[in-house]
């Protein structure tokens, strides 16, 4: 049974930073490509960052460029999202996806509020 668990969201005040992870379990890790994407309530879910399977490269949403951070741990099964100099309009749930397997998780929420 394949699972993806997101964790690490909560509330953080603006300028602050956040680290998200997803556990992967049930195929194999190093296959895939990994995803993070984000939606507002109503609104249509979007593409965060992007890794691929060996990790060598990544790619950004235009308005996280800089500021995020996508990696993996193929020894752990897991995908990170390092999210610093965070905007209240980062206020969203956070997805992982996998890549090719179409698998998501449930979400983390991350709300940016003072």
């Known amino acids: 049974q394949v699972q993806i668990v997101e964790s690490g969201g909560g509330l953080v005040q603006p300028g602050g930073s956040r680290r998200l992870s997803c556990v992967v379990s049930?195929?194999?890790?190093?296959?895939?490509?990994m995803s993070w994407y984000r939606q507002v309530a109503g609104k249509e879910r979007e593409i965060v960052a992007w890794?691929?399977?060996?990790?060598?490269?990544?790619n950004y949403a235009d308005d996280v460029k800089g500021r995020f951070t996508i990696s993996r741990s193929d020894f752990n099964n897991s995908v990170y999202l390092q999210m610093n100099e965070l905007r209240p309009e980062d206020t969203a749930r956070y997805f992982c996806?996998?890549?090719?397997?179409?698998?998501w998780g449930e979400g983390t929420p991350v709300t940016v509020s003072s």
């Open positions: 996806y996998t890549i090719g397997a179409d698998y």
């Open positions: 049930g195929i194999e890790f190093t296959w895939y490509g």
């Open positions: 890794i691929s399977r060996d990790g060598d490269s990544t």
